[in-house]
């Protein structure tokens, strides 16, 4: 597996690619995101997740984010950052970014999100899932509306996953948030809006028949 790290603190950037190379990873660092922005849009690109930091000199991070959100580059992205107010992830969310660690982190915790965000669990999930014309295969990650392929970031990925095996049955916002963040226990169940907005202009906005069902107060399901 192979980790692009966009960093401007040098020592950080280093002292991060050795220790994800002691454990096994294969690394790329760029320290602006200029750089880093060719490499991953690539169609050859091998990167398999990405490590951002938001403050960076000249593009930031959020915006090498949208951009490669709007060529439909899918990979997973961590967000290194020192912003943790609400209105931050936020903004950091409708941007594409599917993780946050918050600077100073530990390099553990850093680690054991890298493998949060690449685990799968065998058992239903290898099974293909359809809810009218939508497809969704949890072992390729694949999605597809009639015979489009919809691209949907990791976190969009996992709602709508959540919600088709959930089968009709309304999901709060909070179990969304608890499925999809289970180390957080703080109350930001709102991002869980940001996501299903984001997913819904992709599944849902262009048909006239809604898959995803918000309701009011509760939560959201899906309309078989
Ligand atoms: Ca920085």
Redesign the pocket.
Known sequence: MNITIV???KKLANSLKEGFESEGYGVSVFYEAESAEGKLSAKSSDCSLLLL?L??PGKGGLELCRDLRSKNVNVPIIALTALDTVEDVIKALDSGVDDFVSKPFSFDELVARVRALHRRSPGIKDMKMVVADVRLDPSSRLVYRGNKAISLTMREFDILQYLMESDGKVVTREELFAHLWPKEDIGFSNVVDVHIRNLRSKIDDKYSKKIVRTVRGFGYSIQR
């Open positions: 960093e401007d603190e930091d403050m960076l």
